[in-house]
């Protein structure tokens, strides 16, 4: 894992055999709103829209869906209809937390179901059922619920992290104790009569800070930083929280930037591309429209080895399937993807791409989901989306033709005569380019004869001056310089 601090700017990048998989970048004027609590204002209700408009303080109204909200802490019966309308009124005071920040046009996402993350465990104050990571063991499961059985309050849950693995019963517990601290506070706040909403009642830490406390483990060989400020606070929260991982944190102290040094921004570079090149010579090309993600896959240079057509689409597909799974952690891509592989006729064989894309995702810690192959060959998956993706959070939306990439004319284009009229500007600056170039071997050939005549000049009043006869040696002349070609790129511009 890579951190780097460069003035309010956060980047952390971390590295899979030596390959930038995941990206995260954080300004402090750009803070991400997820995980924050707060007592928010209900503005409106839509009965028919099953959501609630709520002021939470940053301008833009947030949405509160019927499904988000905890009927239990309203009081409502098992028996009454659960309708939002119900249990939330304008101008009512409502304590929620963000799921999501806001996206375009669309507010932060909200719910009123609580939910507390630490460093083993995710605790939820509202919640009487507790949960823990498919992914651990079976013998290790047993061992953390009888663990957490005696320690967790009979109207709270618990779901346990992957992280818990092997955690001794001494961490568990002060997790636990450390959280429910913090849920008293957020309650007490909330219940106070000085309180006024909207308002702030619990803040998530910093980028650096919840990635290290999310994603760092012992799976991880080491972690460099660079920047003063991030190296402070990645060790004060690393000495509190998890002081069995301070090995593995250096500070950075090359001379070369610590992202250059790693490769980093190459690879942000591609990242940022439309179309990705894969190592046997295909590609992928990925669009993104305002409903969906679409991942087109082509074979471009890659003709296979020997076989047949399935074989070597076969191994394409299976190429391509890895490099999308690490594409979607990268670009951080979210909501509904749909992949155009390249159509394979055995059964066998589409199964066996569909297998791989999902292996490949098992190291996606953001939800997601595979569906089967459609009809039609495509592959339909989902992708949590939480916050900006990352072309998102590097690029604006272009001011001339408003991020459609096209011009719109009020006339019919004519094709033919916009080729004539961009050949004829290429062959313009071709020319210029030229003439350029021939003025500069000119004055260089100019240059050239005016030294040789000095030259020339100069041994004449040498041979008057002198008694002997002398034979002179032939003088050397400059060679004239070869001239190049300038390449004209072939951009026009429209201004």
Same mark, same amino acid.
């Given at each position: 894992m890579l951190v780097r601090q460069i003035a309010d700017r956060t980047q952390i990048a971390i590295i899979e055999d030596e390959v930038m998989v995941e990206h995260y970048v954080n300004r402090n004027s750009n803070i991400s709103y997820v995980g924050n609590v707060y007592l928010g204002k209900v503005q409106n209700v839509l009965p028919s829209m099953e959501a609630a408009f709520v002021d939470i303080g940053k301008g833009r109204n947030a949405v509160l869906y019927a499904g988000e909200v905890n009927w239990d802490a309203h009081g409502l019966s098992d028996?009454?209809?659960?309708?939002?309308?119900?249990?939330?009124?304008?101008?009512?005071?409502?304590?929620?937390?963000?799921?999501?920040?806001?996206?375009?046009?669309?507010?932060?996402?909200l719910t009123s179901q609580i939910s507390l993350p630490g460093r083993y465990l995710v605790y939820v104050p509202g919640g009487g059922m507790s949960g823990?990571?498919?992914?651990?063991?079976?013998?290790?499961?047993?061992r953390l619920k009888s663990i957490l059985k005696n320690l967790i309050?009979?109207?709270?849950?618990?779901?346990?992290?992957?992280?818990?693995?092997?955690?001794?019963?001494?961490?568990?517990?002060?997790?636990?104790?450390?959280?429910?601290?913090?849920?008293?506070?957020?309650?007490?706040?909330?219940?106070?009569?000085?309180?006024?909403?909207?308002?702030?009642?619990?803040?998530?830490?910093?980028?650096?800070?919840?990635?290290?406390?999310d994603i760092f483990n012992e799976d991880f060989n080491k972690m460099l930083v660079q920047g003063n400020q991030a190296w402070d606070d990645i060790q004060n929260y690393i000495g509190h929280i998890a002081p069995?991982?301070?090995?593995?944190? +250096?500070?950075?102290?090359?001379?070369?930037?610590?992202?250059?040094?790693? =490769? #980093?921004?190459?690879? !942000?570079?591609? /990242? %940022?591309?439309?179309?990705?090149?894969?190592?046997?010579?295909?590609?992928?090309?990925i669009?993104?429209?305002?409903?969906?993600?679409?991942?087109?896959?082509?074979?471009?240079?890659?003709?296979?080895?020997?076989?047949?057509?399935?074989?070597?689409?076969?191994?394409?597909?299976?190429?391509?399937?890895?490099?999308?799974?690490?594409?979607?952690?990268?670009?951080?891509?979210?909501?509904?993807?749909?992949?155009d592989f390249i159509d394979m006729t055995l059964e066998a064989n589409r199964e066996l791409v569909l297998r791989r894309l999902v292996e490949c995702l098992g190291r996606d810690r953001t939800k997601h989901q595979?569906? +089967?192959?459609?009809?039609?060959?495509?592959?339909?998956?989902?992708?949590? =989306? #939480?916050?900006?993706? !990352?072309?998102? /959070? %590097?690029?604006?939306?272009?001011?001339s033709c408003g991020g459609r990439g096209i011009h719109i004319h009020s006339e019919p284009v004519n094709k033919v005569a916009l080729e004539?009229?961009?050949?004829?500007?290429?062959?313009?600056?071709s020319k210029a380019a030229s003439n350029d170039l021939d003025d500069e071997d000119n004055d260089d050939s100019d240059k050239d004869s005016d030294d040789d005549s000095d030259i020339e000049e100069?041994?004449?009043?040498?041979?008057?001056?002198?008694?002997?006869?002398?034979?002179?040696?032939?003088?050397a002349t400059t060679g004239r310089r070869k001239g190049r070609r300038a390449v004209s790129t072939g951009v026009i511009s429209t201004n």
């Amino acid at each position: 894992m890579l951190v780097r601090q460069i003035a309010d700017r956060t980047q952390i990048a971390i590295i899979e055999d030596e390959v930038m998989v995941e990206h995260y970048v954080n300004r402090n004027s750009n803070i991400s709103y997820v995980g924050n609590v707060y007592l928010g204002k209900v503005q409106n209700v839509l009965p028919s829209m099953e959501a609630a408009f709520v002021d939470i303080g940053k301008g833009r109204n947030a949405v509160l869906y019927a499904g988000e909200v905890n009927w239990d802490a309203h009081g409502l019966s098992d028996a009454a209809p659960r309708k939002i309308e119900h249990v939330l009124k304008s101008g009512q005071s409502v304590l929620v937390q963000v799921t999501k920040d806001p996206i375009g046009q669309k507010g932060a996402r909200l719910t009123s179901q609580i939910s507390l993350p630490g460093r083993y465990l995710v605790y939820v104050p509202g919640g009487g059922m507790s949960g823990i990571s498919r992914r651990l063991p079976d013998s290790e499961r047993n061992r953390l619920k009888s663990i957490l059985k005696n320690l967790i309050p009979e109207q709270a849950g618990v779901i346990i992290r992957t992280a818990a693995e092997g955690a001794p019963e001494a961490e568990l517990e002060r997790d636990v104790t450390r959280l429910k601290a913090q849920w008293d506070d957020i309650e007490k706040k909330a219940n106070d009569s000085s309180t006024s909403a909207p308002t702030l009642l619990y803040g998530e830490p910093d980028l650096t800070v919840r990635v290290i406390r999310d994603i760092f483990n012992e799976d991880f060989n080491k972690m460099l930083v660079q920047g003063n400020q991030a190296w402070d606070d990645i060790q004060n929260y690393i000495g509190h929280i998890a002081p069995e991982l301070a090995s593995k944190i +250096e500070k950075w102290t090359g001379s070369r930037d610590l992202f250059a040094e790693n =490769r #980093v921004e190459e690879q !942000l570079a591609k /990242a %940022f591309d439309r179309k990705v090149y894969l190592p046997s010579g295909g590609s992928l090309v990925i669009d993104r429209t305002e409903a969906m993600i679409v991942i087109d896959v082509n074979t471009g240079k890659f003709i296979g080895k020997g076989g047949n057509l399935e074989e070597t689409v076969t191994k394409n597909n299976l190429e391509a399937a890895e490099e999308i799974a690490r594409q979607l952690r990268l670009r951080d891509m979210g909501g509904i993807i749909v992949i155009d592989f390249i159509d394979m006729t055995l059964e066998a064989n589409r199964e066996l791409v569909l297998r791989r894309l999902v292996e490949c995702l098992g190291r996606d810690r953001t939800k997601h989901q595979v569906a +089967e192959v459609t009809s039609l060959g495509l592959v339909q998956m989902t992708r949590k =989306r #939480v916050g900006q993706g !990352l072309i998102e /959070a %590097f690029s604006t939306t272009c001011e001339s033709c408003g991020g459609r990439g096209i011009h719109i004319h009020s006339e019919p284009v004519n094709k033919v005569a916009l080729e004539k009229d961009m050949e004829q500007r290429y062959s313009k600056t071709s020319k210029a380019a030229s003439n350029d170039l021939d003025d500069e071997d000119n004055d260089d050939s100019d240059k050239d004869s005016d030294d040789d005549s000095d030259i020339e000049e100069t041994s004449n009043s040498l041979d008057k001056s002198s008694d002997e006869v002398v034979e002179e040696a032939p003088v050397a002349t400059t060679g004239r310089r070869k001239g190049r070609r300038a390449v004209s790129t072939g951009v026009i511009s429209t201004n």
